[in-house]
Every structure is written in C-alpha cells, then in structure tokens.
C-alpha cells in the first residue's frame, strides 16, 4: 500500500463498494497508532486555536452583533454530533437559518426534502437568512467551531463532524470514520465541498483517515483557505 495521497481524480476511479471492502477487511491499517503525528497534531491545535479565539475575538464580537441585529434568535447554533469513539458533543457555528419553529417538512418543498434526507443539505436553503448566505459563503459561520477544538471535541483538520443518522451511511466503517476526532475542516471540504455527491464525501473522508499525517494536514489546511478566499463550493 501507498501513503501517498492521490488526486481527487485518482481518488474517484475507487467505488464507494472498493474503499468499504478496504477498511473493512484491512481496518488494521486505518486503526494503526500514530503516536508522534497524534501528540503533535493536538499540541498544534491547542496552540493554535487558543492563539485565534484570543487574537479573533473582536471578529467574534461583530459577527455576534450582526447575527443578533439582522434577525431574530440566538446568536449561536449549538447541534449535536458525533465525535471520536462515537462520544456526541455540542458543535458551535454562528446562526445562519431564520428562528422557525415550524417542523421541516413545512419549511421546505417536496423536492428539497428529498435532497435533505438524502444529502442531508439543501441547495439555495430557503430558511437562510441574508447574512447567513454571505457567513457560509466565507465560511465565518464556522469560526465558534475554534471553541470546539480547544475543548478537544474537534481537530483543525479531520472527517467533518456529522450527526448520528449519517454515521449508517459508513456501514461496517462506522468505527473507522469514528476512529478519529473530526475537523473544522476535510479532505472533502477542500476537494469539492458541497460540488460532490455524499458517496464521493464518504470515500474521501475514509480515504483522509488512511493517509492522515502531519505533512498531508499541512497541504489541507493551505488549500483550504485558497478555497474560501476564491469562494468555492460553500452553499
């Protein structure tokens, strides 16, 4: 086997079926301790995230003031996820959606519910608000999720975080995407985002948790930030 990472277009010659078999039947190597890359990678998160939220934290303050005066509800959107070894905890983003109480099924059309349950997003959300458009756009939206990496609930760079019902998608990989604390940003976030379908996100979310290491972090995280500064993929 090889460490080194392939393009994102090597990547998607491997069938979701191929990438399942993998971790499944040679789970030993994704599962494989890493103890250097590990230390180092939560050393470099505590450092970092605990410099941001204190040199950042008049960014926090006007993007909480905004979020307060253009629409009603909370300033933070708290939601439950699934963390390492399957441990849920509370992810922070700033509040994008309009403060309705009404079930989803009366906020949403037939078509975009089918999208929702399937992808589990929705193009052109009708619940977001103004402000909220340009937050996801840029990605702020993200910025309380710096919180959740200092706490230990998240790393700067792994599988993004999700919710229970989607872990069923990973079938007998549950444990290996579960193996590994989740990132504020992915292999996935930086190589297609909401452009790929969920099967695509799930085989690079595996295919990351294999090849993970400080250097292929590194190259993450910069191409993370070209794509938020050209705006790409963010929905």
Known sequence: MTNK??????LGQNTLEIQKIEATVDSAYYFRKKPFYSFFKRFFDILISGLFLIVFCWLYLILAILVKCTSKGPVFY???RIGKN?????????RTMKDDKRPIEQQLTPEQLK???????????????????LLRKTSLDELPQVLNVFLGDMSIVGPRPIIDIETDKYGLTRKVLLSVRPGITSYWACHGRSDVDYTERINMELYYIKHRSLWFDTKILFRTFLKVFQSEGAK
């Open 115 to 133: 999208q929702f349950y399937t992808e589990f997003k929705v193009d052109n959300d009708p619940r977001v608000t103004k402000l909220g458009k």
């Open 78 to 80: 708290r939601h439950r």
């Open 86 to 94: 399957g441990k849920p905890f509370s992810m922070y983003k700033f």
């Open 5 to 10: 990472p392939n393009s994102p277009q090597e």
